[in-house]
């Protein structure tokens, strides 16, 4: 007689989206081993405005709880529901995923064949692409995440591993670098993290045209990852290094040409305008070339470009200076977050 199925809570982190709906509703179709425990975090700051559509859920709901974490962002969220979970895996789930048809039967799989020194293991996402045109700029950076490494928008953790490190760093306020902070830490704790054979997709969520600026305070983010885990955290994690040494050369360039222009070194000034150009239409094209290049996105793609060396630069200074003197997260899924020097 085959051993019964690990058991397993989700936790599904929230503010409140329409897709939650389609989340939920996906998880309770799934074929396979129910959930012992479903917990939705309600992140929404303040009062809810509207109650949060459990409903979905169909013969799952009697097993689902809200909490609420009061609005402090997705790491923050996530440790609200990991208190909540005492069943021996915790598993992630992001309120705009859709898990696949056998996804539970899938997870249970990928669950009962982790080795006993298996902390966590990963889903395998898919973000669909449209199919009648090239992906803008957004689309593309959105289907990166099909080659992260511990992405928890569908991520498996042993609770007893999650809270031997303290969960979540709740000083990452985005959906941005505290899952590989997590997994570099439950790595580091002796713990393996593998790849396992479930499948769900990630949509491309729906951005206003101004999207990549905002996403350039992740790189306040990337200045705490390399306090807390050394200057190849890159490398350990796998991630993209990104451009930031281009920005600030090209930031250099255009505020030089400024200070320059200032005190009327006019031919100084125009030598360094023409780097900064050089550079922005350089960084502009590196992302027009490969996407649809209507008229929309091209000019979306020209402004932003001209935007994001100064405001890459600044959140990375910012936040260099933020966490200057970052220890180690202390705490979080026990409900006493806080730093260790």
Do not use: K
Request: hydrophobic letters at 45%.
């Amino acid at each position: 007689m085959s051993p019964p199925p690990a058991a397993y809570a989700v936790v599904v982190p929230t503010v409140g989206r329409p897709c939650l709906a389609d989340c939920l509703a996906a998880l309770a179709a799934s074929e396979g081993p129910e959930p012992a425990r479903i917990v939705v975090v309600d992140d929404r700051p303040g009062p809810p405005a509207a109650p949060l559509p459990l409903d979905s859920l169909g013969g799952l709901a009697d097993r689902a709880a809200v909490l609420r974490s009061g609005g402090r962002g997705p790491a923050a969220a996530r440790n609200t529901g990991l208190r909540a979970a005492g069943e021996p895996w915790t598993v992630f789930l992001d309120d705009d995923v859709r898990v696949s048809p056998t996804w539970r039967a899938d997870l249970a799989r990928d669950l009962d064949g982790a080795s006993p020194d298996t902390g966590g293991v990963q889903g395998v996402l898919r973000v669909p692409q449209p199919a009648d045109r090239r992906p803008t700029d957004w689309e593309r950076n959105t289907a990166g995440l099909e080659r992260a490494l511990w992405v928890t928008a569908d991520m498996a953790y042993r609770t007893e591993a999650l809270r031997a490190v303290g969960g979540f760093d709740e000083r990452f306020p985005r959906a941005f670098r505290e899952d590989a902070d997590l997994a570099l830490r439950v790595l580091d704790a002796g713990w393996l993290i593998r790849r396992g054979r479930r499948r769900t997709d990630h949509p491309v969520r729906p951005a206003g045209r101004w999207v990549s600026r905002r996403t350039q305070r992740g790189n306040a983010d990337d200045a705490l990852m390399a306090r807390l885990h050394g200057p190849d955290w890159w490398e350990r994690a796998a991630a993209p290094r990104g451009r930031i040494r281009r920005h600030a050369a090209v930031a250099a360039a255009g505020g030089l040409a400024l200070l320059l222009g200032a005190f009327g070194r006019r031919r100084a000034a125009g030598v360094a305008a023409a780097g900064w150009l050089l550079g922005t239409a350089e960084f502009a094209w590196a992302r027009i070339a490969p996407g649809p290049r209507t008229r929309d996105e091209v000019g979306t793609m020209a402004a932003t470009s001209a935007l994001i060396p100064f405001l890459a630069v600044w959140h990375r200074l910012s936040g260099e200076v933020r966490y200057r003197s970052a220890g180690c997260w202390n705490g979080g899924a026990d409900g006493h977050g806080g730093d260790r020097a």
